[in-house]
């Protein structure tokens, strides 16, 4: 679980009766290979998406539903099912809730969808219909489509708990997100570093075309490392190649790990980038996470954004490279190196 940005933990304790956490399902321990959501026995349940992932515990796209299906079942009767109707695996299964439903989505005819939405240079700016007929106005310094899909779900569940609108309206208005996601390390010699945790092929290509839209005049460099599970296998190796398709650049190191990976089940970044050169996006691979380092410094501009990705520690080349440019900036700025009795240097203006 990420930490919130405004709390700087994973996790708030409130004053209200009511007890929100996560949905997980990845296994639960290793005497328990079940999905932990199966234990939380939920009295409402936002379903925001339905994809094959973490293949070193589920076979396939069957096995992962039949859990999903589980979770559904759990909820009781007089409890709310708030499903994300633009996918198309939830709206297969929500004729088994033996709960209400509520349908939210940025397309077709959900219960509550969106029918304005602006952005500026602070927020995206939002018009809220419920049943078709307007509901209110939002504004939030987030963006991106599964931003504002997560949000629109929120916003139902805030109106089943009769939450005031004014409150929520304040609390989207300054929710700064979760750190790791979409997350501004800084910004020095005109070139912009974000941080994100995606790894799965849908949340990569929904965070390179939401960081494209939001700075669309900039040139964006996706950087990637392959860390997790699924990644580092071959499963995703032809879904990869479709989801940077609004990058200009893209980065991608070996995999870590590798000898974890059966060999006939391990992805290639090599392949990757060869897919990804020959549907016209420049591409480079490099071998270690340092090789990548300098060749991000030798292809760094003025005017870049650049979007590291992965579910790990990157070996710390988020901020690294952000360091980098913060020194440059400095050492433009006519600070100069002093070196001290203790033999420790630091630059001084």
Same mark, same amino acid.
């Given at each position: 679980?990420?930490?919130?940005?405004?709390?700087?933990?994973? +996790?708030?304790?409130?004053? =209200?009766?009511?007890?929100?956490?996560? =949905?997980?399902?990845?296994?639960?321990?290793?005497?328990?290979?079940?999905?932990?959501?199966?234990?939380?026995?939920?009295?409402?349940?936002?379903?925001?998406?339905?994809?094959? #992932?973490?293949? #070193?515990?589920?076979?396939?796209?069957?096995?992962?539903?039949?859990?999903?299906?589980?979770?559904?079942?759990?909820?009781?009767?007089?409890?709310?099912?708030?499903?994300?109707?633009?996918?198309?695996?939830?709206? !297969?299964?929500?004729g088994r809730a033996k709960c209400p439903v509520q349908t939210y989505g940025l397309s077709g005819q959900p219960i509550w969808g969106i029918t304005e939405i602006s952005f500026d240079d602070q927020y995206t700016r939002l018009r809220i219909s419920r049943e078709g007929r307007d509901f209110f106005?939002?504004?939030?310094?987030?963006?991106?489509?599964?931003?504002?899909?997560?949000?629109?779900?929120?916003?139902?569940?805030?109106?089943?708990?009769?939450?005031?609108?004014?409150?929520?309206?304040?609390?989207?208005?300054?929710?700064?997100?979760?750190?790791?996601?979409?997350?501004?390390?800084?910004? !020095?010699?005109?070139?912009?570093?974000?941080?994100? +945790?995606?790894?799965?092929?849908?949340?990569?290509?929904?965070?390179?075309?939401?960081?494209?839209?939001?700075?669309?005049?900039?040139?964006?460099?996706?950087?990637?490392?392959?860390?997790?599970?699924?990644?580092?296998? !071959?499963?995703?190796?032809?879904?990869?190649?479709?989801?940077?398709?609004?990058? #200009?650049?893209?980065?991608?190191?070996?995999?870590?790990?590798?000898?974890?990976?059966?060999?006939?089940?391990?992805?290639?970044?090599?392949?990757?980038?060869?897919?990804?050169?020959?549907?016209?996006?420049?591409?480079?691979?490099?071998?270690?996470?340092?090789?990548?380092?300098?060749?991000?410094?030798?292809?760094?501009?003025?005017? #870049?954004?650049?979007?590291?990705?992965?579910?790990?520690?990157?070996?710390?080349?988020?901020?690294?490279?952000?360091?980098?440019?913060?020194?440059?900036?400095?050492?433009?700025?006519?600070?100069?190196?002093?070196?001290? !009795?203790?033999?420790?240097?630091?630059?001084?203006?």
């Amino acid at each position: 679980m990420k930490k919130q940005v405004n709390f700087q933990q994973n +996790f708030k304790s409130g004053r =209200g009766p009511y007890f929100v956490v996560e =949905g997980d399902e990845y296994d639960t321990a290793f005497f328990d290979k079940g999905p932990k959501f199966l234990h939380y026995r939920p009295w409402v349940v936002i379903l925001t998406s339905i994809e094959f #992932d973490h293949a #070193d515990i589920y076979c396939d796209l069957d096995h992962v539903l039949a859990s999903f299906r589980k979770l559904i079942d759990l909820i009781p009767e007089k409890g709310l099912l708030i499903a994300n109707s633009d996918d198309p695996r939830i709206a !297969n299964e929500l004729g088994r809730a033996k709960c209400p439903v509520q349908t939210y989505g940025l397309s077709g005819q959900p219960i509550w969808g969106i029918t304005e939405i602006s952005f500026d240079d602070q927020y995206t700016r939002l018009r809220i219909s419920r049943e078709g007929r307007d509901f209110f106005s939002l504004k939030t310094p987030l963006y991106g489509r599964h931003n504002i899909s997560n949000l629109l779900s929120a916003v139902a569940l805030a109106d089943f708990l009769s939450l005031p609108k004014d409150a929520l309206s304040e609390a989207v208005a300054s929710f700064k997100g979760v750190k790791r996601r979409q997350e501004v390390l800084g910004e !020095n010699r005109g070139i912009l570093v974000i941080d994100d +945790f995606a790894h799965h092929p849908t949340a990569v290509s929904e965070t390179v075309l939401a960081v494209k839209e939001r700075f669309p005049g900039r040139r964006l460099v996706a950087v990637f490392e392959p860390r997790s599970n699924s990644s580092r296998r !071959n499963v995703f190796q032809e879904r990869y190649a479709d989801s940077f398709g609004a990058a #200009d650049l893209v980065m991608i190191p070996e995999p870590p790990l590798m000898h974890k990976v059966p060999p006939d089940e391990r992805f290639s970044s090599i392949r990757l980038i060869r897919d990804l050169q020959e549907k016209g996006i420049t591409a480079f691979y490099f071998k270690t996470t340092d090789a990548l380092l300098n060749g991000l410094l030798n292809h760094a501009q003025s005017g #870049d954004v650049t979007l590291f990705m992965s579910n790990g520690g990157f070996d710390n080349l988020p901020r690294r490279f952000e360091a980098n440019q913060s020194l440059k900036e400095k050492e433009r700025k006519g600070w100069r190196w002093t070196t001290k !009795n203790t033999g420790t240097e630091k630059l001084k203006p």
